[in-house]
């Protein structure tokens, strides 16, 4: 089955701009987490959302949002983009059912700003 | 959730057994045992999961001490395509679907040579 899928897969903004990152989870997962990876930070949980609701967050400015659709889908957005906010996005999917509690994570998003 | 220690990198010959080691001294009762690689500017891959017993999948082995203090994960016949950051994390296995939030540390550089 389709792995868990993240468009763009690279994205140049400038400082200031806005951007909207999604991600398509495998089908039948229901959790959805982001993540930012980043040379010197290393790979950093930004949110989860299950069934549209966020259920947990990561110490990131509330410039960071997310959300999550009726279908699973799930879109980040970072607002007034800073030059610290270049990174690698990912986007995990997990199934949510008792045991399977292994995430499957995407190919990422890169993003400069410039 | 509990942390880890694992060296910042190793190497290993192909062909031979990559044995990469993680510490978790302070790891609770209802914690598992995760591990995660991940290929240069690839998402994170799951590889295997333990709670007290051995574990062994079609991609590695799970060893966990006794004391459930430290862990290793054993690569068979590890080729070049193995060289990855390899990452041990410790967290509780929700069931229901409830918090899948992923701590990552800095993880270990495994550099399999010719």
């Known amino acids: 089955k389709a792995g868990v899928t993240q468009t763009p897969r690279y994205l140049i903004k400038t400082r200031g701009q806005q951007v909207t990152l999604s991600c398509s989870p495998i089908s039948g997962h229901r959790s959805v987490s982001w993540y930012q990876q980043t040379p010197g930070q290393g790979l950093q949980f930004l949110f989860e959302?299950?069934?549209?609701?966020?259920?947990n967050k990561g110490n990131f400015p509330g410039r960071f949002s997310g959300r999550q659709f009726s279908n699973s889908r799930s879109e980040m957005n970072v607002s007034t983009l800073e030059l610290g906010d270049s990174a690698l996005y990912l986007c995990a999917s997990s199934s949510g059912r008792t045991g399977k509690t292994e995430a499957s994570f995407g190919q990422g998003t890169r993003l400069t700003v410039v | 959730d509990a942390k880890t220690t694992q060296p910042p990198s190793m190497d290993c010959a192909e062909g031979r057994a990559a044995n990469l080691p993680c510490n978790h001294s302070?790891?609770?009762?209802?914690?598992?045992v995760y591990w995660y690689r991940q290929i240069h500017s690839q998402g994170p891959q799951y590889i295997i999961h333990g709670l007290k017993n051995n574990e062994t999948n079609e991609m590695a082995s799970l060893i966990i001490t006794e004391d459930r203090k430290s862990s290793t994960l054993i690569q068979p016949h590890a080729t070049l395509r193995d060289t990855a950051v390899y990452y041990c994390i410790v967290r509780v296995a929700n069931s229901g679907g409830s918090n899948y939030k992923l701590t990552f540390g800095k993880g270990t550089l495994l550099t399999v040579n010719p």
């Open positions: 959302y299950f069934s549209e609701t966020q259920r």
């Open positions: 302070t790891i609770s009762g209802n914690e598992y």
